[in-house]
């Protein structure tokens, strides 16, 4: 009997997803921000309409130094799909790996990147992610600025009364980050917010580090 022949056509490629839009038009919006980390990951969400901004909540995944590392990716990614169906955010924005020189644990955090991207995606949540130096330079007007000054900033900004953690303060600056790009578009030659808004001065609110310098000279004696 006969072997039956068979035509092998090459499989079409199926069609890759095209990203989620960003709308066009912005009036309000919740931002959820990220800032991925393999021990610590911070969660921080704000509200934005207009010059207002609200924090509406902000907290910190902490995993041991001992958890499997594919353990921790998926507490990262049950953690941020918690995040999206309580404050259920219009966009999400997270910090990109900073380039060191460590090659493994570069690969580690672009993981914990994944999967944030990976649950936003599931959740239909459309996706930026911003440089650390972007962040600070948005957030308090210098890209080089330190910890304290892109905490203060943030807690001036959203008028903070509650305690949180420094992974949580950051993730609050990239949505403060990002909110701002989608409303003002990138800042004026100066750096500053208030450059950028004409706000600051005139209300006496803290936007940026070169307001709190101009509102409080006796504070660097």
Not at 196 to 221: C, M, Y
Request: charged content about 20%; aromatic content about 4%.
């Amino acid at each position: 009997m006969p072997h039956a022949r068979y035509s092998l056509r090459p499989l079409a490629p199926e069609a890759a997803p095209a990203p989620l839009p960003f709308p066009s038009t912005v009036s309000a919006m919740i931002v959820l921000g990220v800032d991925p980390g393999t021990r610590h990951t911070g969660l921080g969400t704000v509200t934005v309409e207009g010059s207002r901004e609200r924090a509406l909540g902000a907290s910190t995944i902490h995993m041991s130094g001992d958890l499997d590392h594919t353990i921790r990716l998926q507490r990262i990614y049950e953690g941020v799909l918690e995040a999206i169906d309580a404050y259920n955010p219009d966009e999400l924005a997270v910090e990109l790996p900073f380039m060191g020189k460590n090659a493994q644990a570069m690969l580690k955090l672009g993981r914990a990147q994944a999967a944030v991207m990976l649950a936003a995606m599931h959740r239909e949540v459309p996706v930026a992610q911003y440089a650390p130096a972007e962040i600070k330079k948005a957030v308090v007007g210098n890209g080089r600025a330190t910890k304290d000054q892109v905490t203060y900033m943030v807690r001036q900004r959203l008028a903070l009364t509650e305690t949180y953690s420094e992974d949580a303060h950051d993730a609050l600056a990239i949505a403060l980050c990002h909110a701002a790009r989608r409303h003002t578009g990138p800042p004026a030659p100066g750096g500053s917010a208030k450059a950028a808004s004409g706000a600051g001065r005139k209300t006496g609110r803290v936007r940026s580090w070169s307001d709190f310098i101009e509102q409080n000279p006796e504070r660097l004696r």
